[in-house]
Structures are given as C-alpha cells and as structure tokens.
C-alpha cells in the first residue's frame, strides 16, 4: 500500500538534531570544525528560506530541551548547558514523505 502525504506549498527549513558527546567535520582530510558535547543538526534548506527561516531555526535549536538536569530529567537547553552546535546543510531539499508499508522513504 502506498500513501502520499500532500506538502503544503512551502515547506519551512527543517533539521534533524542528535545529542553528540563530541562532533567534527573533515574536509579531504583536513579538520575544519569540530565540537565538543551539544548538538549536532542535519538542516534541509528550502529555496524560499531566507534569513527569517534561518533565525527562527537557530532559536529552536538552542531552545529545545534535550539536556538532563541535575535530577536527570530532559529540562535543559542547548543555551542552558554552553554546549556546542554544529550543523551540516543538507543540500538536498526536505523532498515528499512516502510511506510504503511500514518502511519510510524520503524522496526528493
């Protein structure tokens, strides 16, 4: 069984974010950015995303609460904890979701 889910007409940026311990980015062998313990975000950018879009992703980045506090629930930020962000533009864009059975397939 196959379903469409329809996209809106724009789709907003968009990110996939991991808690890493530690994160870097290498270049034909050479280090250029790395970060210790936060978040790493892998971000769709759309075509009509400008500025606005870019900001307002930044504040949810910082803001969510995925950091455990000191009674080891998640109920500290990213601007909470001074942890690092490091984010990867992914260059395809966020594409049409397809659902094939229980399997997810992201198609661009």
């Known amino acids: 069984m196959l379903w469409r889910i329809p996209q809106p007409a724009t789709v ?4 996939l974010i ?5 994160a870097s980015v290498r270049v034909e062998d050479e280090l250029v950015g790395s970060i210790g313990a936060g978040l790493l ?3 769709a950018v759309q075509p ?3 500025e606005a879009q870019a900001r307002r992703m930044l504040q ?4 969510y609460r995925v950091f455990a506090d ?29 659902l094939e059975g229980t399997q997810v397939i992201a198609k661009a």
């Open 12 to 15: 907003p940026m968009i990110a």
């Open 18 to 22: 991991q808690r890493v311990t530690s």
């Open 41 to 43: 975000a892998l971000v």
């Open 48 to 50: 009509d995303d400008g």
């Open 60 to 63: 949810r980045l910082l803001g």
């Open 70 to 98: 000191e009674a080891g629930r998640m109920n500290r930020s990213l601007a909470d904890t001074g942890g690092g962000l490091q984010y990867r533009f992914q260059l395809e864009s966020a594409g049409a979701v397809v």
